[in-house]
Nanobody
């Protein structure tokens, strides 16, 4: 059983940086995928970034629309995945989720919500101009 506990949201000013955290517990796998998503009312959930781990090797994938502003550092010691948001913009305002897929399937699209099995409760990020 997997639990994802997310924190780090809030109301911030545009231009700075913000880091969200997603702590995973209740499982250990040699192959899995984790991703960050965001959603605003009336729109579909948008993939932000994804991380794939297999046999101790990791690969990251980012949305092309983010222009390199987002990164996903990982702390293996605490089993925590972060979302680093640089140069925040008002358009980044959304409800952010992290997600987990144990035994990631080769060829699956990590920036799509459908492959993931577990989701965090979501945290609100509000960016003011």
């Amino acid at each position: 059983q997997v639990q994802l506990v997310e924190s780090g949201g809030g109301s911030v000013q545009a231009g700075g940086s913000l880091r969200l955290s997603c702590a995973a517990s209740g499982y250990t796998f040699s192959r899995y995928g984790m991703g960050w998503f965001r959603q605003v009312p009336g729109k579909e959930r948008e993939g932000v970034a994804a991380l794939y781990v297999s046999s101790g090797l990791s690969t990251t994938s980012y949305s092309d629309s983010l222009q390199g502003r987002f990164t996903i550092p990982r702390d293996n010691a605490t089993n925590t995945l972060y979302l680093q948001i640089n140069s925040r913009k008002p358009g980044d305002t959304a409800l952010y989720y992290c997600a987990e897929k144990p035994y990631w399937i080769r060829g699956a699209r990590g920036l799509r919500p459908r492959p993931y099995d577990y989701w965090s409760q979501g945290t609100q990020v509000t960016v003011s101009a």
